[in-house]
């Protein structure tokens, strides 16, 4: 191949048009038959969405003829990913993950850019998003993860009103309860539960630790308090479900919850609809996503399929959906989804067991972003090193 001075100035000049453009890459085509898609859910996001999921295969026959669906723990997504990228055959789509799966999936490389390089795609994304989940969008999708569904999440406290008769107020007065009445407070590990990490990412604020953002050298107070409170705690759940059937059966009288965690559970009857929650003096909201993610290996007729599918449960009547049965409540990311819009049966859900005190929470409370997700998998770690690994059941 020759090269002279104008191959040169041309790459030069096309280099520079393509960083000009945000290295925005043409989609690849839609297929001529429909394809089969794999979802895999580490998260929880198919009880809001996979109806929208099914709504899309039922409008477009011509692009996809069956989506298969797939839960699984998210510490686990990670390996399973990788495994099959390594064997060359990757048999997962797209994946459904919280904050958790998208940091363990940056920290390996296994999540396919998909902005700007699709940019052109999501016409008008960051405008369409709800301020909170478009900070989200930013600082943890990092391009590779699009926000599905968004909710400020927590921490608060769940407790049984006949079981609990002084609410404590501080984190001091939740340190002192949990050693006046061990074993009966609870939260889940943090790498596989909402209310887990939003828990300890919640709890340099309340502390006044110096960096809440640093987990290494800003959580002094915070890891201090966890190792103390781990004296008065049995064990640590792999999940958060764990939590919510030991804290309905009466085996635990006050746990971490979440909005969406607190209202889901009393509509399936797991949790007594009598249950409160509060906050601790010094509350600030970490908000919570779910994300859309795809491996790197897709093949290109699947790939266009998941970037027109991502637009479709972006619209106003996809994101509907997502009030469900307040399981992350209210989790629309976009704006202009009122409750109204949502089925009849997911009005009624939040009419009967969600509470009006959230409406004031979430105006009047600082919302942040959780940690950034190389952040996150080092204070995961660190948990399970030196809070997690003291009990195990």
Known sequence: MRINRRNLLGGAAGLAALKAAGARAQAPTLPKSPVTLSVMDVGGALALMQKAFEAYRQAKPELVSRITYVKGPAPEIASKVKAQQDAGRVDIDMVLTGSDGLAAGLENNLWLKLLPTYGDRFPGLEENYEPAALNLHRAQGQGYGIVINYYPSGPLLEYAPDRVKSVPTTADELLAWAKANPNRFMYARPANSGPGRTFIMGLPYLLGDKDPKDPVNGWEKTWAYLAELNRYIEYYPSG???????????????????????????????????????????????????????????????????????????????????????????????????????????????????????????????????????KMVVAFRRWDEQIGSKRSK
């Open 240 to 374: 958060t479900t764990a939590t919510m059937k030991e804290f309905g059966e009466g085996s635990r009288d006050m746990i971490v919850s979440t909005t969406g965690w607190d209202i889901n559970p009393r509509a399936l009857g797991i949790v007594p609809k009598e249950a409160k929650i509060a906050t601790l003096k010094g509350f600030h909201w970490v908000s919570d996503a779910f994300f859309m993610v795809v491996p790197k290996g897709v093949a290109d007729d699947k790939l266009a399929v998941l970037l027109d599918l991502m637009g479709f449960l972006l619209k106003p009547e996809s994101q509907a959906f997502a009030y469900d049965e307040g399981y992350l409540y209210p989790g629309p990311a976009v704006k202009n989804v009122p409750i109204t819009m949502a089925p009849k049966e997911s009005q009624d859900v939040i009419r009967e067991f969600g509470r009006p005190e959230y409406a004031d929470l979430i105006a009047n409370n600082p919302i942040e972003l959780p940690l950034t997700p190389d």
